[in-house]
């Protein structure tokens, strides 16, 4: 497993970016799938969270309304489309995928639930 995530830049506040995540060697989404970000100083916290079995997704109370994750048709690819940008999403952003599926709900949110992460690409958003 080798999660790649690119897609980061430096935008001002209210642009977009939208961020990739992608295996090279495999299809992605059979597992669960995830963005968290750390913003410095900060621990690390869950953004959004895509299981295409079941077309289950969720989102922070920081990103709804504004960010979408979601998988390409190619199934190579999981998307963050991030919109309405502020400077608190400064942070870098981390791709994840679990080795299973959970039961409860809460355990989507944590990253202890996750088992391979991409190398991060980190997010500027200038005020």
């Known amino acids: 497993v080798q999660l790649q995530a690119s897609g980061g830049g430096l935008v001002q506040t209210g642009g977009s970016l939208r961020l990739a995540c992608t295996d090279s060697e495999r299809a992605l989404g059979d597992y669960p799938m995830a963005w968290f970000r750390q913003a410095p100083g900060k621990e690390r916290e869950f953004v959004a969270g895509?299981?295409?079995?079941?077309?289950?997704?969720n989102y922070a109370d920081s990103v709804k309304g504004r960010f979408t994750i979601s998988r390409d048709n190619s199934k190579t690819t999981i998307y963050l489309q991030m919109n309405s940008l502020r400077p608190e999403d400064t942070a870098v952003y981390y791709c994840?995928?679990?080795?299973?599926?959970?039961?409860?709900?809460?355990?989507?949110?944590?990253?202890?639930?996750?088992?391979?992460w991409g190398q991060g690409t980190l997010v500027t958003v200038s005020s």
């Open positions: 895509i299981r295409v079995r079941g077309g289950f997704t």
């Open positions: 994840a995928e679990a080795s299973s599926y959970w039961t409860h709900e809460h355990f989507y949110y944590s990253d202890s639930s996750y088992d391979y």
